[in-house]
């Protein structure tokens, strides 16, 4: 077997179904060691940047990898292309994982289970996971990867959001 990215040279190791040289594991293990400590799952979070740099956590790289939308993906299993994806090859920025899915108006149809929440900045996204009533309104209980809460959490809507935001379905 030879490194997916350097074919002269023999793998050793084997990542996400593809094989790799001693230098490439290296600089994945360096970059898995790296990925946020909120970031689930956290061992496709990276990517190989270029010749000069190697493999990079997306964290060090910029704010629009979201550990959310990375999230998300995998739970909902949003894959494709060759940009703006982990590793793994889902895919890691809101705008990037809402393509495609329909934004339900609240008003005129029912959020379900696993309707994609997106923040009002299109920066930070969840799934919902419950759906109950109170007092004549709808509470929405959204899961999602938080920085701020340090993992994968629950909040409700209303609480954390102001019940601001859009719901999108596939």
């Known amino acids: 077997m030879k490194c997916k990215l350097h074919p002269g040279r023999k793998a050793v190791a084997s990542f996400f179904s593809n094989h790799y040289c001693q ?5 994945i293990k360096r970059a898995q060691s790296t990925v946020d400590r909120h970031v689930e799952p956290k061992d496709c979070f990276i990517i190989y ?20 939308a990375h999230w998300v993906a995998h739970q909902l299993n949003i894959k494709g292309g060759y940009s703006n994806v982990c590793a793994a090859g889902y895919k890691i920025k809101v705008p990037d994982v809402i393509a495609g899915a329909r934004k339900i108006d609240p008003e005129q149809e029912e959020v379900r289970y696993h309707d994609i929440w997106v923040s009002p900045d299109i920066k930070h996204c969840g ?7 109170e007092g004549g ?5 959204i899961k999602h990867c938080s920085s701020g809460s340090g993992g994968v959490v629950e909040h409700n809507h209303t609480s954390l959001w102001k019940g601001q935001g859009s719901y999108h379905r596939f």
């Open 127 to 133: 799934l919902v996971i419950a759906i109950r009533e």
């Open 137 to 141: 309104k709808k509470i929405y209980r």
């Open 49 to 68: 940047e270029d010749s000069k740099n190697g493999w990079k956590s997306f964290t060090s790289m910029s704010s629009e990898n979201t550990g959310c």
């Open 23 to 27: 230098e490439c594991a290296d600089q």
